[in-house]
């Protein structure tokens, strides 16, 4: 369901399958959610150039691009987080999908309960996605894509359980030891450039954070 903010939050879905469009549209509106409806990347471009989303669900294969990529541009671009819906289980598209920053998927047929349940998570999501926005602002002023820094911070808040500022400490540990600016490595990140082994690296780095952290633990 919608957060009670007395505002109905919007949700920008792009599917190229008319019906199922239809039904996801219908589904969001009927738990109190303002749908916006593409079938394709260039309709999902233009809608947001026009009017914000709080999040977006895109399909993984769409007629004119890869909803992946298109998924990555919504969130770089525009900050818009997004969960991506596939019609095939054990397919390479689904470890693109983990890698690619998307909050989660959803394998079609997709059941109402598990569309709602999945908004309602991702939404939270984004919520602290703003928080993050915030304070990234804060900590890297000097950068010119801070959009890119803050879903990066948060991409390594949630794999590695850390609060922003350790995330963020982090990701410059590691874009210095990479030789590379901030940004970059964030883009990296987010785009799945590196991986698994990019991953591991970052888990390296934060193992140099842990004698640091465990007093405050204590």
């Known amino acids: 369901m919608k957060q009670d903010s007395g505002k109905s939050q919007t949700i ?3 599917e190229d399958d008319p019906g199922l469009l239809r ?4 589904a969001l509106k009927v738990s109190g959610y ?3 409806g593409a079938e394709s990347a260039q309709a999902a471009r233009e809608l947001v150039a026009q009017q914000h989303a709080d999040l977006a669900i895109v399909d993984i294969g769409l007629p004119d691009g890869d909803g992946i990529e298109l998924g990555q541009a919504l969130a770089s671009e525009h900050g818009i987080p997004f969960i991506h819906l596939t019609g095939q289980l054990g397919d390479e598209s689904i470890e693109r999908a983990a890698k690619s920053g998307a909050i989660t998927y959803l394998v079609k047929p997709v059941a109402i309960e598990q569309l709602t349940a999945a908004v309602a998570t991702a939404l939270t999501r984004a919520t602290e996605i703003s928080k993050l926005m915030r304070s990234v602002e804060k900590l890297s002023g000097d950068f010119e894509d801070k959009k890119a ?3 990066a911070v948060g991409i390594v808040m949630e794999r590695f359980g850390l609060n922003d500022g350790e995330a ?4 410059r540990y590691a874009a210095r030891s990479h030789q590379e600016k901030l940004q970059t490595l964030a883009e990296r990140l987010i785009s799945g450039q590196g991986g698994l082994e990019l991953l591991a690296s970052l888990n390296k780095y934060l193992r140099k954070f842990e004698p640091a952290r465990r007093p405050a633990e204590g």
């Open 34 to 36: 303002t749908p916006l």
């Open 168 to 171: 963020f400490e982090v990701l």
């Open 23 to 26: 039904f996801l549209v219908q």
């Open 149 to 151: 820094v803050s879903i």
């Open 12 to 14: 920008l879905v792009v």
